[in-house]
């Protein structure tokens, strides 16, 4: 059972994103989208990054990170929305953190 | 057969709800089954046909109009969500709806729940 | 026979075909904003027509469940009242998250039994098992 999680606010203002990060399971899929994109730079995305074990696939809207002047790494994946909609189906089901 | 159904609790002067909105559109362009859009919380404010939004802001509510009439996309606004914020009054086919919108109870939640095989917050 | 044995004593939900009814997640502190309440209103809709529905309560959202409030105080009508009423709705597992009542110095003391006090793990697994997810 996977799950598409989609993290629209910044963890510098709220606790959503570490939140979601506390239920992240291997075949999940993060999607950072609206200030979300903000997270890329946030500790905790450094130490999710960090993990051994971190099957987790994190993706960024990317004209979202992009309006933002928001530097996506290296291993980020970068997507349009259309994207969005097809990783909704190729999970079991979507958590909306905002 | 792929079917979506979409809740949206951000008001129409939000730039979440572009997100939203963008998401429905890509949904629709993709030949995804999108069995209905459930405004609820601030998201019933769109049904409010005397909103207007300055011309050089984003026009969600015209954007909503568009995808209704363009692929039947069904918008369904919440009643106690929208009677709190001064959209119904009253009677369900008040002046103050707009018409793209129709008036539901949280039982269609339930029901668009129950079609969808996904069911996507904004 | 051996994996309906195995079924029947351990129940996994694993398989996307499998999951049921709703999940909603209560992020919010109960009285400065309406949204535990609306979370409220949606679980109890779900019930009544015989959906199946979890609660979960993480981060502020645990605070709904802590005993001893009063929101007459504050001229609120205290909706969390309403939560006594789950069973009539067929409302049966409410999970909270163990970690954001330690983080708040809060003890598994509640206005309402049988609340599931579940570790990050179980408590991501508890929410793997549904269909959908609502978050409030």
């Known amino acids: 059972m996977s799950t598409l999680h989609l993290v629209r606010q910044s963890a510098f203002s709220r606790n959503d994103f570490e939140q979601c990060i506390s239920v992240l399971a291997e075949q999940d899929s993060l999607v950072l989208m609206d200030d979300g994109c903000y997270n890329l730079k946030h500790p905790l995305m450094a130490s999710l990054l960090k993990k051994d074990n971190n099957k987790v696939s994190i993706k960024v809207i990317s004209t979202h990170a992009q309006a933002r002047a928001v530097e996506v790494m290296a291993g980020i994946s970068q997507i349009t929305m259309a994207d969005v909609v097809e ?10 953190w905002q | 057969m792929n079917t979506l ?6 008001p129409p002067y939000s730039h979440l709800t572009i997100t939203a909105l963008t998401y429905v559109e890509a949904a629709l362009v993709a030949g995804i089954d999108v069995v209905g859009v459930f405004f609820y919380q601030d998201g019933a404010m769109h049904a409010n046909k005397d909103i207007s939004i300055a011309s050089d802001e984003y026009q969600s509510i015209a954007h909503w109009q568009q995808l209704h009439q363009q692929y039947k996309l069904p918008l369904h606004v919440c009643i106690t969500a929208a009677e709190k914020r001064g959209v119904v009054m009253g009677s369900i086919d008040n002046e103050i709806v707009n018409e793209a919108f129709t008036v539901s109870g949280l039982g269609e939640l339930v029901e668009l729940a129950t079609k969808a095989s996904r069911l996507v917050q904004f | 026979m051996t994996s309906i044995m195995q079924s029947e004593t ?22 400065s904003s309406n949204a535990g309440k609306d979370a409220l209103d949606v679980a109890l809709l779900f019930g009544s027509f015989e959906q199946k529905v979890s ?12 005993a001893n409030q009063d929101g007459s ?17 067929d409302i049966e597992d409410v999970y909270v998250c163990q970690q954001s009542l330690i983080e708040r110095q809060l003890s598994k003391t509640f206005h309402i039994d049988n609340v599931q006090v579940l570790t990050n793990k179980a408590f991501a ?12």
């Not at chain 3, 351990?10 to 009285?31: E, M």
């Open chain 3, 125 to 136: 697994v508890a929410l793997s098992k549904h269909k959908h997810v609502l978050r409030f």
């Open chain 3, 10 to 31: 351990q129940p996994q939900l694993t398989d996307a075909s499998t999951a049921l009814g709703v999940a909603i997640i209560n992020s919010k502190a109960p009285f």
């Open chain 1, 87 to 96: 990783l909704t189906f190729n999970h079991n089901k979507v958590i909306t």
């Open chain 2, 5 to 10: 159904a979409v809740v949206v609790t951000t």
């Open chain 3, 73 to 89: 105080l504050l001229a609120i009508k205290d909706y969390l009242k309403t939560f006594s009423a789950f069973e009539f709705y």
């Open chain 3, 55 to 66: 609660l979960f309560f993480q981060g502020d959202g645990v605070y709904q469940l802590i």
